[in-house]
């Protein structure tokens, strides 16, 4: 009852606020008309094809050309006639006001609408998207998106930056936070739902950075070195799945070069394989400056130019004036931007501000975070934690009193009332800076524990620490590895003096627990040390909820690792990160037209282990893992059994799942594929997985069917993908490294 008089009490405050917010800057108003589109165009029955080539008809080339740039980043630009009218995101295409064609208003989108602080708008922090893969739950993807989208729309804008599923080649990749994990079937799965999620909110949705932008180090000018059949089957395979389950509406092509050609002019990537092969028919539009040339670019398949228009806009009309580019390609790229227009439904629902639900964010934000938790350790039952029998509980380190660190970079969403650990009013985000979000373990913690005293320490002294932690029932130690866009970790420790902190508290105490707040992967070399470790990631707007949920047992935990944490980077394909020289790093100075024509000077990364991502890179090289792929435990048991394998135009794989505790779980049950020997790929591959929910005792038959693509090779003479003839084994478990079913069957 209190809870819904709060939430019809905000409703009504915030539709106050954003009514003064339009009433006080008349530029806000202007922004919200909406030209009313009419022409025969507005037949919906027609396909969006049909539509689209309608408007192009009666469109000048000036207006033509006009769709296929941005003009200028209008979160950083002075508002000028072309940009007002937008919403003042990071990008904003003017569309043809005079045919009633609106301007398209992107914004950022990874984990939650990046900039409303700036513009006086809330908007929810979901869990990184890594978190969601660790969900393995494609209804919870699609809720991701679908409440980026409503958010988005929300505040104005109709094109989601979100969608991105780079594979974690590198595990120290800044970004691995704001991607699906290292396997090319469970990423593609969940952005294709995440993408069909944003797009139901009538907004354009846009899969991204296409492709193998692995590394954030030199990602402006390194040569990334593949084979086709290795790009097709690892990194291009999570698009591939993408694009042709999801239907995104957009393409974003990468900042880095592939095999010489930079991506966003890259014939291969932009009409062999994204537009021929996979048929997509909407449109490509470059990373933020990653746009090079103009005949090139155009000719290769680039749409539009973001977020400027230095190569998109007069050069272009001179190219198309001049002969140089034909008008049937320039009609191409607008014909793509229009129908992705129609088929996303930005022309037919018009943008409509209204007021974000906050409380219906927390919500989603907290679900998908307690699904995405990965339970890692737990000896003797240290969790969950029975408050009853808790008098003294020590919750340390990483500003666990006041909030959780969030992932940075273009991804960064804004935390209500700014930056935890900072003063009121001092909060604001900064590009690369760590960003807490006001959602307290402390509190969470002292919630569910009402009778016991609860005592912080900051964790900046591990004696202190440890001192506190020998005093308490259980010491709850927070560890975190911030990371962002535009750096890759040094390494895969946690930084400062967490490892100290963690040693010595466990060693005082025997009942500690671990949480760890991290995108990435970590080494622990203290890994026998605590009883309990868990893995939450960066957790959203209501994290320390989740976390708390899940440290009592309100929830049982059900994610499993979408990336594989090593032993150590001795370990990983490249040991060392290949790091930019100078002089490749960045521009100094302004840069003229003739500099980003050609890019900075190109360094080679050789991605020589090819198809050996992840798993299948340790599975290959007989390594051993810390926590494998897929693996993730809970505070009940699972038994498989009874596998069945029928081969048809899918390959039916049926087995029986219980569930052998007492308490009610989700089991994610993973289906992994050895091929025929001759096919020469790693010792497995996944090729199916599913999230299935048990009460205590039950049991249940599950089944997974695999597409053949899943099972095949990609291979580079017939340019397509292969079915190797001969025995295939299927393998069933609850991890990558825990398979205990096994059947054969042969393919032809
Ligand atoms: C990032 C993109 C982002 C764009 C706009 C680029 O630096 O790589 O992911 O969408 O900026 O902010």
Same mark, same amino acid.
Request: charged residues 20%.
């Given at each position: ?38 022409? +025969? ?483 622990? +070399? ?223």
């Amino acid at each position: 009852m209190k809870h819904a008089s709060l939430r019809a009490g905000f409703g009504i405050a915030a539709a106050i606020f954003v009514f003064f917010l339009c009433l006080a800057n008349p530029a806000n108003a202007q922004r919200h008309q909406q030209p009313t589109p009419t022409g +025969p165009w507005m037949n919906a029955s027609l396909s969006p094809d049909e539509r689209a080539d309608l408007v192009l008809k009666e469109m000048t080339l000036d207006e033509k050309i006009a769709l296929l740039h941005g003009v200028g980043m209008p979160t950083e630009d002075p508002v000028t006639p072309e940009n007002a009218p937008s919403n003042r995101g990071v990008g904003y295409a003017v569309g043809v006001p005079r045919l009633g064609i609106p301007g398209i208003d992107m914004s950022d989108a990874a984990y939650g609408v990046r900039s409303s602080g700036v513009n006086g708008r809330y908007s929810t922090a979901l869990p990184a998207n890594v978190a969601a893969a660790a969900s393995w739950d494609t209804d919870a993807a699609y809720d991701y998106g679908a409440l980026i989208g409503r958010e988005l729309r929300a505040q104005g804008f109709n094109m989601s930056l979100g969608g991105g599923v780079n594979i974690t080649r590198d595990p120290r990749n800044g970004r691995t936070f704001e991607y699906l994990g290292e396997d090319p079937i469970l990423a593609g799965t969940l952005v294709a739902r995440l993408i069909e999620g944003t797009q139901s909110a009538n907004v354009i949705g846009d899969i991204k950075h296409y492709a193998l932008n692995d590394q954030e180090s030199g990602r402006n000018s390194v040569d990334i070195t593949i084979s086709k059949r290795a790009a097709r089957e690892s990194d291009l395979l999570a698009f591939e799945i993408g694009v042709l389950q999801g239907h995104p509406a957009a393409v974003m092509c990468s900042y880095n070069r592939v095999n010489g050609d930079f991506a966003c002019e890259n014939k291969y990537l932009l009409t062999d394989v994204l537009k021929k092969s996979w048929k997509f028919p909407g449109f490509v539009l470059s990373d933020w400056g990653g746009t090079h040339s103009t005949e090139k670019a155009s000719a290769a398949g680039l749409d539009n130019e973001q977020p400027g228009h230095f190569f998109y806009s007069d050069r272009y009309k001179a190219a198309v004036e001049a002969g140089n580019i034909p008008t049937s390609e320039l009609e191409e790229h607008v014909h793509r931007i229009l129908r992705s227009m129609f088929a996303a439904g930005v022309i037919d629902h018009p943008r409509q501000r209204s007021v974000v639900d906050p409380f219906a964010g927390f919500e989603t934000a907290r679900k998908i975070e307690e699904g995405g938790i990965v339970l890692l350790k737990n000896e003797k039952a240290a969790l969950p934690l029975s408050a009853a029998k808790l008098r003294t509980i020590a919750v340390i380190g990483s500003h666990s009193d006041v909030g959780m660190i969030s992932g940075g970079g273009s991804a960064q969403v804004d935390p209500i009332g700014g930056n935890a650990i900072k003063q009121a009013g001092q909060g604001s985000t900064h590009w690369q800076e760590e960003i807490w979000f006001p959602t307290s373990p402390l509190k969470a913690i002292q919630a569910r524990a009402p009778r016991a005293t609860v005592k912080y320490d900051p964790g900046t002294d591990p004696a202190a620490a440890a001192a506190l932690a020998k005093t308490a029932d259980v010491a709850i130690v927070f560890a975190y590895q911030w990371a962002s866009e535009g750096m890759d970790l040094k390494s895969l420790s946690l930084a400062h003096n967490q490892h100290d902190v963690i040693a010595q508290v466990a060693a005082a105490n025997t009942h500690t627990i671990v949480v760890l707040e991290t995108g990435n992967p970590v080494t622990m +070399p203290w890994v026998n040390a605590p009883a309990a470790i868990l893995e939450a990631w960066f957790a959203g707007s209501d994290g320390a909820n989740a976390v708390g949920n899940v440290l009592f047992g309100t929830v049982n935990p059900s994610g499993k690792l979408p990336n594989t944490f090593p032993k150590s980077e001795a370990d990983l394909p490249h040991p060392t990160l290949t790091l930019p020289p100078p002089e490749s790093a960045h521009f100094s100075g302004p840069v003229s037209i003739e500099q980003r024509e050609a890019g900075l000077p190109p360094f080679p990364v050789a991605y020589d282990e090819g198809v050996k991502v992840g798993y299948k890179w340790y599975d290959a090289e007989k390594k051993a893992v810390l926590f494998p792929f897929g693996f993730g435990l809970s505070y009940t048991s699972y038994k498989y059994s009874g596998l069945q394998v029928t081969p048809g135009e899918k390959v039916k794989v049926t087995f029986t799942l219980a569930n052998t505790g007492a308490r009610e779980g989700s089991e994610i049950a993973e289906v992994y594929a050895a091929l025929p020997a001759v096919a020469q790929e790693p010792p497995k591959r996944l090729v199916g997985f599913t999230k299935v929910k048990l009460n205590p005792g039950e049991k249940r038959a599950v089944s997974v069917e695999v597409d053949l693509k899943y099972l095949s090779i990609f291979d580079e003479q017939k340019d397509d993908w292969s079915l190797v003839p001969g025995d295939y084994t299927i393998l069933v478990g609850g991890s990558s490294q825990d398979l205990p079913l096994k059947a054969s069957i042969n393919l032809k």
